[in-house]
């Protein structure tokens, strides 16, 4: 059964950090490029980042430069995602996703390339 389950979201202050975790069961992530995408109620689904299978190549939109950064351990096919000085506007639920092969900065406004999803992990950015 192939699975995906985010884990790590919570509570945190404006200003903290958050390690999101993406684990795959079911199948192995090492073809797969994976995405993050969140949604905040009432709006869109949002495209975080992406970082690709072979390489490891990363893709972020320019608004989330330098705050997020996604990394990944194939031996233990899992997908990290590094949130620092988180805003009250990164409040969301965060899910993952997969994409065979490559990322591109067009998969970030397109999730529907994506094929599975996590159930997501909230987000709460508040003081």
């Known amino acids: 059964q192939v699975q995906l389950v985010e884990s790590g979201g919570g509570l945190v202050q404006p200003g903290g950090s958050l390690r999101l975790s993406c684990v795959a069961s079911?199948?192995?992530?090492?073809?797969?490029?994976i995405g993050w995408f969140r949604q905040a109620p009432g709006k869109e689904r949002e495209g975080v980042s992406c970082i690709s299978s072979s390489d490891s190549s990363t893709v972020y939109p320019d608004s989330m430069k330098g705050r997020f950064t996604i990394s990944r351990d194939n031996a233990k096919n899992t997908v990290y995602l590094q949130m620092n000085s988180l805003k009250p506007e990164d409040t969301a639920v965060y899910f993952c996703?997969?994409?065979?092969?490559?990322?591109?900065?067009?998969?970030?406004?397109?999730?529907?390339?994506?094929?599975?999803w996590g159930q997501g992990t909230q987000v709460t950015v508040s003081s």
């Open positions: 079911g199948f192995t992530l090492d073809y797969y490029a």
């Open positions: 996703a997969t994409i065979p092969g490559w990322c591109m900065r067009y998969y970030l406004s397109h999730p529907e390339q994506f094929g599975s």
